[in-house]
Nanobody, 125 residues
Framework: QVQLVESGGGLVQPGGSLRLSCAAS????????VAWFRQAPGKEREFVAA????????LYADSVKGRFTMSRDNAAISVFLQMNSLKPEAPAVYFC??????????????????WGQGTQVTVSS
């Protein structure tokens, strides 16, 4: 069973950048679909980006397309989320998740069976 640990969150000014990391222990992420989600207080967890197995196609939510970049290291032990041009929004916890999706469910919370503990991101001046 893979375990996930996120890091890299923090406080950043609007327009700034942060790079989140998600490290896997237990096994490689190559056999999983891996995604980033975020959740603000009082709101549902929402899809941000995902890397699809086996070819590594990356999908993004429309709200982050062009600003966020998801990537994976060659060993498939870690995934990253580079966030640029951050907008002033309510603080959110960013979660890394792993699971097995069919194409229609890649953006669904219920697809993913393994979650990290999350890392807080606050965009504020």
């Amino acid at each position: 069973q893979v375990q996930l640990v996120e890091s890299g969150g923090g406080l950043v000014q609007p327009g700034g950048s942060l790079r989140l990391s998600c490290a896997a222990s237990g096994r490689s992420l190559r056999s999983y679909d891996v995604a980033w989600f975020r959740q603000a207080p009082g709101k549902e967890r929402e899809f941000v980006a995902a890397i699809k197995r086996p070819g590594g196609t990356i999908l993004y939510a429309d709200s982050v397309k062009g600003r966020f970049t998801m990537s994976r290291d060659n060993a498939a032990i870690s995934v990253f989320l580079q966030m640029n041009s951050l907008k002033p929004e309510a603080p959110a916890v960013y979660f890394c998740a792993a699971g097995s999706a069919i194409p229609s469910t890649i953006r669904d919370v219920g697809t993913y069976t393994t979650w990290g503990q999350g890392t807080q991101v606050t965009v504020s001046s």
